[in-house]
Each structure stands twice: as structure tokens, then as C-alpha cells.
């Protein structure tokens, strides 16, 4: 089993900051691929950032420019900071980590979401 575990969601004023942590632990051999998503009230899950192993990263447009995705590798661990934050940013955000298993093979999971609420 693999099983990564998010933290970091909070309460936060529109213009300020948190920062979401996700920490993978597990019959783990390699990890390769490592998301955040989110989802708010009524709305589908949508990609916000992605993070390879070799750290080329991608963006969803709304969160360009406010939003950085890091990894430590030693830790297997992504972070997310997330900065200049605006009501919109207000969803449950969950990490999602692509890698492969001795015992079990390739495998994609989901952690089990942290939720981020910023007040106008």
C-alpha cells in the first residue's frame, strides 16, 4: 500500500498565503509524477500543478504566477505554495502521486484531501 497524506489547509484573507504539504509513505520503489488537484463545491476535479521527477513543472493558467510546486525527493514529498490566494482558490485540494512498487507494481493514488478556504 501507498499512501500519501496531505497537510497544510487552513483558513486564510483573500491576498494571503498557505503553504500544502504531501508526504508519501509506503512500499514505495520510485515515485515519478507528482499532482496537485482540487475540487470546489459543485464544480470537477481540475489539475493546479504537476511536478515530474526530473522537476519540469506545469500550471493550470488560473494559478500562474501565485502558485509554486516543489518536491524533495529524499522525502517523498511534494509541496504546494500558494500565495497572492483569492476566493477562487477555495476547494479541497488533493495530491495525487504516480509511481511503481516492488511488491506492487506501477500504481497512481489519491491522498485524502486538505481543504483550502479563503475569505473575501
Known amino acids: 500500500q501507498v499512501h500519501p497524506v496531505e497537510s497544510g489547509g487552513g483558513l486564510v484573507q483573500a491576498g494571503g498565503s498557505l503553504r500544502l504539504s504531501c508526504a508519501a509513505s509506503?512500499?514505495?520503489?520510485?515515485?515519478?509524477?507528482m499532482n496537485w488537484y482540487r475540487q470546489a463545491p459543485g464544480k470537477q476535479r481540475e489539475l493546479v500543478a504537476g511536478i515530474t521527477s526530473g522537476g519540469l513543472t506545469n500550471y493550470a493558467d488560473s494559478v500562474k504566477g501565485r502558485f509554486t510546486i516543489s518536491r524533495d525527493n529524499a522525502k517523498n514529498t511534494v509541496y504546494l505554495q500558494m500565495n497572492s490566494l483569492k476566493s477562487e482558490d477555495t476547494a479541497v485540494y488533493y495530491c495525487n502521486v504516480e509511481g511503481s512498487s516492488r511488491q506492487l507494481g506501477p500504481f497512481r493514488v489519491w491522498g485524502q484531501g486538505t481543504q483550502v478556504t479563503v475569505s473575501s
Open positions: 509506503g512500499s514505495i520503489f520510485s515515485i515519478n509524477d
